[in-house]
């Protein structure tokens, strides 16, 4: 089993509407999760970071963490254009040394 | 000027070359990783340093090799380089253990025929 297992898609999203992306994880102990956009032929960026179970909010962007399902997930509200690249979410490992990611997801905004 | 500097960006070589790729921060940053990026795989992790002292394995160090010559410095190498590490090559920096933000380079992109 993958530490870190997203759908790799395409999502397409129509623009306007929500995009939601999904991840699961199988360490328990891991306390830090973290989601990455990446543009095709660019180095990731850090989008949203998120270490406690709910919802974290940053613009049209919402982080939910549940610890108990071992589940992360990133809402992206109002979906442009500009969201369309490849989204990964990374977790910290238990030692708290590590980062792994998943594979990624890759969006796909159509207007 | 980027503040994760890698060398070369693109390099083509062929089996069994040794190659070394070369990653420099201007952050002030400890920890310094190698990650390698293929289709559908993601980022997986190839080794990692906290200081100039400490070098650790990550998920797929088998045929790699590392050298942390400095704080501002972390050089990754291929002894023999064979067409299935064909990939891209992140070199990424963090400041701080309890965040994990990391701060890419650009990428090397390197092709092994």
Same mark, same amino acid.
């Given at each position: 089993?993958?530490?870190?297992?997203?759908?790799?898609?395409?999502?397409?999203?129509?623009?306007?509407?929500?995009?939601?992306?999904?991840?699961?994880?199988?360490?328990?102990?891991? %306390?830090?999760?973290?989601?990455?956009? %990446?543009?095709?032929?660019?180095?990731?960026?850090?989008?949203?970071? &998120?270490?406690?179970?709910?919802?974290?909010?940053?613009?049209?962007?919402?982080?939910?963490?549940?610890?108990?399902?071992?589940?992360?997930s990133l809402l992206i509200r109002d979906s442009q254009p500009s969201d369309s690249a490849t989204y990964l979410c990374a977790v910290r490992d238990s030692s708290a040394s590590k980062i792994i990611f998943g594979s990624g997801t890759?969006?796909? &905004?159509?207007? | 000027?980027?503040?994760?500097?890698?060398? =070369?960006?693109?390099?083509?070589?062929?089996?069994?070359?040794?190659?070394?790729?070369?990653?420099?921060?201007?952050?002030?940053?400890?920890?310094?990783?190698?990650?390698?990026?293929? =289709?559908?795989?993601?980022?997986?992790?190839?080794?990692?340093?906290?200081d100039v002292k400490d070098i650790n394995k990550g998920e797929i160090s088998d045929g790699y090799s590392v050298s942390?010559?400095?704080?501002?410095?972390?050089?990754?190498?291929?002894?023999?380089?064979? =067409?299935?590490?064909?990939?891209?090559?992140?070199?990424?920096?963090?400041?701080?253990?309890?965040?994990?933000?990391?701060?890419?380079?650009?990428?090397?992109?390197?092709?092994?025929?």
């Amino acid at each position: 089993q993958k530490e870190v297992e997203q759908n790799s898609g395409p999502l397409s999203v129509p623009e306007g509407a929500i995009a939601s992306l999904n991840c699961t994880y199988s360490d328990r102990v891991s %306390q830090s999760f973290f989601w990455y956009r %990446q543009y095709s032929g660019k180095s990731p960026e850090l989008i949203m970071s &998120i270490y406690s179970n709910g919802d974290k909010e940053d613009g049209r962007f919402t982080a939910q963490l549940n610890k108990a399902s071992q589940y992360v997930s990133l809402l992206i509200r109002d979906s442009q254009p500009s969201d369309s690249a490849t989204y990964l979410c990374a977790v910290r490992d238990s030692s708290a040394s590590k980062i792994i990611f998943g594979s990624g997801t890759r969006l796909s &905004i159509r207007p | 000027d980027a503040d994760v500097t890698q060398t =070369p960006r693109n390099r083509i070589t062929k089996t069994g070359k040794r190659i070394m790729l070369e990653c420099s921060q201007t952050k002030g940053h400890d920890r310094m990783y190698w990650y390698r990026q293929d =289709p559908g795989l993601g980022l997986r992790l190839i080794y990692y340093s906290f200081d100039v002292k400490d070098i650790n394995k990550g998920e797929i160090s088998d045929g790699y090799s590392v050298s942390r010559q400095a704080q501002a410095k972390f050089s990754l190498s291929l002894e023999s380089a064979i =067409p299935n590490q064909t990939a891209l090559y992140f070199c990424a920096t963090s400041g701080d253990s309890n965040t994990g933000e990391l701060f890419f380079g650009e990428g090397s992109r390197l092709t092994v025929l």
